[in-house]
């Protein structure tokens, strides 16, 4: 089973337009870790974000901001005012304690911003 | 923070040869390394998890012996792709783990762009 689904394979916006990445992920340990990262077309993964399952407070960082939801397992990541340079693949990963700190990707979501 | 060099990022080589990628931290001790395959246009897929002074463990579907996975020191992991084909040409990446794992965090290599031709 999945345990990170991105159901948004692409999404295109226009400039200066919020967007809303989803993320939903499966786990059945009570300590684990959720992450963000962006890859540009070079290849490399960008870290955005990590929260610990403990840490429901929600998170802002300039432009980013991130909406964690235990009751739904969600963590969902909005880009304000978006950017060219937003574009990129965007992966939500889950690291389980219990698993030995293995990472688990989601499918990734191909963030368009057309200017 | 913790770096995590990749080497070499691009690699194009011939059908039947072995190819090396290595990964280093910088400035911690790399308890754990992962190596991961990502092909084009889809997700990271972990390839095999690597203890410093032990066998790697692989996960299913993933060829031990053609993929050699060595982690001789803290600071050191090398995969070996060993008689390419042009299917292993992939995005292959490696992070490093320290032992404190997810409270510390990860760090993640460049990422090497193996084309087999």
């Known amino acids: 089973a999945q345990k990170v689904t991105q159901a948004q394979t692409e999404i295109s916006v226009v400039e200066k337009e919020d967007v809303t990445l989803d993320c939903v992920y499966e786990?059945?340990?009570?300590?684990?870790?959720l992450f963000w990262y962006k890859q540009p077309p070079s290849g490399e993964l960008v870290f955005l974000i990590r929260?610990?399952?403990?840490?429901?407070q929600n998170e802002i960082s300039g432009r980013y901001s991130w909406n964690f939801q235990k009751s739904t397992s969600s963590f969902n990541f909005t880009i304000t005012a978006s950017q060219v340079v937003d574009s990129a693949v965007y992966f939500c990963?889950?690291?389980?304690?219990?698993?030995?700190?293995?990472?688990?990707f989601g499918t990734g979501t191909s963030l368009t911003v057309i200017p | 923070g913790a770096v995590v060099s990749q080497h070499p990022s691009r690699v194009i080589c011939k059908s039947g040869t072995s190819v090396k990628i290595e990964c280093r931290s910088l400035?911690?001790?790399?308890?754990?390394m992962f190596w991961y395959r990502q092909f084009p246009k889809q997700s990271l897929m972990l390839m095999a998890t690597?203890?410093?002074?032990?066998?790697?463990?692989?996960e299913q579907g993933v060829e031990k012996d053609k993929f050699l996975i060595n982690h001789a020191s803290l600071t050191l992991s090398t995969l070996t792709v060993t008689s390419a084909h042009p299917e292993d040409s992939s995005f292959y990446i490696c992070?490093?783990?320290?032992?404190?794992?997810?409270?510390?965090?990860?760090?993640f290599g460049s990422g090497t762009r193996l084309t087999v031709v």
């Open positions: 929260r610990n399952s403990f840490d429901e």
């Open positions: 990963a889950l690291s389980e304690a219990r698993t030995g700190n293995q990472f688990y």
């Open positions: 786990t059945r340990d009570t300590t684990y870790y």
């Open positions: 690597s203890n410093e002074g032990s066998k790697a463990t692989y």
């Open positions: 400035d911690f001790q790399a308890t754990t």
């Open positions: 992070s490093a783990s320290t032992r404190e794992g997810g409270t510390s965090g990860y760090t």
